[in-house]
């Protein structure tokens, strides 16, 4: 759940009470479906409070470590082993995938690989070292801190969190590795864990949502945000392109009709560039198995595409996806002002209102409207 | 003595009680233990409770969208809740009229 796109909607001590439970929450590693379930509740009752112009100390009262742990009272032990769970069946995705392309790299090494388990060792005591420091140190500083935002403690952990990894990595490299097993068993061994977990979460998920999918309600959050930024990407772009718009209309060099031409062509260009880099992508990716297939295993070139395939395809829609979907909105912003028969100056002024009047009916009469208000210069 | 520690039994009912009047929300349940004179009662001390009525199948929630925008949960009483609200309403009787009459006896009165 994206937590910052909800942290915009609130303002003042809305927000910041929103954000000390996050960072208690977070800090306090409780598993992704207890915070999505109560954050979600909390965001929900924040937001009617500041619409309604309630004070937040009636929802959250004037103590928030309080109110921290009480909202929070009835998670046992088993929900922060779960969250454990969860992280290590992450971390052993990645390493598997990784510890598989070196094994299928180093096959027919004479010594047989090995793999040295100092990085997993590194990696368990960075998690709980800094849930330690976050348990016992970072979350009662927050609550007796009164002049510090919560953000501010949020980025801090952050901070502590990487300082606490360099060392270890420090640390690690300058430790002579003493422990090694062959690559084959960690495979078994983290492969193993990544089955049972999966199996586990699927019948955890089946009994309760009757799917092994994500629980549906996860995608209504998602929809929810995907509206709010929508609506501010609309506004932020028709911003940027009035403000282009002006500068060249003053100078003479442009009139509404030509501007869309143009917009159009810079849109189309951008996509062109887009099947560029998937061809570079692609290409890259083909060399590599060519390379690998060249040894002359089928079995282990089989695999070794596979796994390239797909880091090869999230990369590709982690540069690409937001670009193209950028692209997208921009096309349905440009073919919207056509259909709509009004000039490019006012169709932006229209677009600009819409999100002026969202936004107004979210946060009628706080200081964040006005400062709206300003920034799209609208009355 | 603490607040919280004499309201801790009671709310579960109270709560109970409101959302028995009506399909409603977070939000609203507060308000509604506002009105009703409970006045330190947030939603940290509310969301344990509703997470426990929801546990025990005392009430069962549905999601919609609010006219703001985000999720809502919206909790119903069920048949088993009814029931718990009967019996919570026949005990708090007894034990505040108990309660009652040892606290405000004749003497003190």
């Known amino acids: 759940m994206n937590y910052s796109i909800m942290e915009q909607q609130l303002n003042g001590e809305y927000r910041d009470a929103f954000t000390a439970v996050i960072t208690y929450g977070t800090l306090k590693n409780y598993s992704d479906e207890i915070m999505t379930e109560r954050i979600a509740e909390l965001f929900d009752t924040l937001l009617t409070a500041q619409t309604n112009g309630k004070p937040v100390g009636k929802i959250i009262g004037h103590n928030t470590e309080r109110f921290c742990r009480e909202f929070f009272e009835d998670c046992s032990n088993w929900d922060m082993t779960v969250k454990f769970l969860q992280s290590l069946f992450y971390m052993s995705c990645i390493t598997f995938v990784l510890v598989l392309l070196l094994y299928l790299t180093d096959r027919g090494s004479a010594e047989g690989a090995r793999y040295n388990l100092t990085p997993c060792i590194i990696g368990a005591a960075i998690y709980f070292i800094f849930s330690a420091v976050s348990n016992l140190i970072i979350v009662p500083l927050m609550f007796k801190s009164q002049k510090i935002k919560p953000a501010v403690w949020h980025r801090i952990s952050l901070i502590v969190f990487f300082v606490i990894f360099i060392t270890a990595l420090i640390l690690g490299s300058q430790t002579r590795s003493w422990i090694y097993i062959p690559e084959s068993a960690y495979l078994i061994c983290s492969g193993a864990y990544i089955a049972v977990y999966f199996i586990i979460r699927s019948v955890i998920r089946y009994r309760k949502n009757g799917s092994i999918l994500k629980a549906p309600e996860d995608t209504i959050y998602i929809q929810n945000n995907r509206e709010f930024n929508d609506k501010k990407y609309d506004a932020i772009v028709m911003k940027t392109w009035k403000k282009r718009y002006d500068v060249q209309y003053a100078k003479g060099k442009t009139d509404p009709g030509k501007f869309i031409e143009k917009l159009k062509k810079n849109n189309s260009t951008s996509r062109k560039m887009n099947i560029l880099t998937g061809i570079a992508v692609i290409s890259v990716y083909g060399v590599s198995v060519f390379r690998f297939a060249s040894d002359g295993n089928i079995t282990a070139t089989i695999i070794f595409s596979l796994i390239c395939g797909v880091i090869c395809y999230k990369i590709w829609k982690f540069f690409i996806g937001a670009l193209s979907s950028a692209q997208t909105q921009n096309d349905r912003l440009i073919s919207e002002c056509e259909s709509s028969g009004l000039p490019f100056p006012e169709f932006a002024e229209k677009i600009l209102k819409i999100y002026f009047s969202f936004t107004i009916s979210r946060y009628a009469g706080s200081k964040r409207s006005l400062r709206i208000c300003k920034a799209i210069k609208l009355n | ?109």
Do not use: H, W
């Open chain 2, 1 to 109: 003595m603490d607040n919280s520690q004499l309201l801790k039994g009671i709310l579960e009912g109270c709560v109970l009680a409101i959302i028995a009047r009506c399909e409603t929300y977070g939000y609203e349940i507060i308000g509604e233990l506002e009105n009703a004179g409970f006045e330190d009662i947030g939603e940290g001390t509310l969301y344990p409770v509703l997470t426990r009525l929801d546990k025990n199948k005392l009430i069962q929630c549905r999601r919609a969208k609010s006219p703001l925008g985000p999720v809502r949960k919206y909790y119903t009483i069920t048949e088993e809740g009814k029931r718990n609200l009967d019996d919570f309403r026949k005990r708090y009787r007894r034990i505040s009229a108990s309660a009652s009459s040892v606290l405000f006896s004749e003497k003190e009165i």
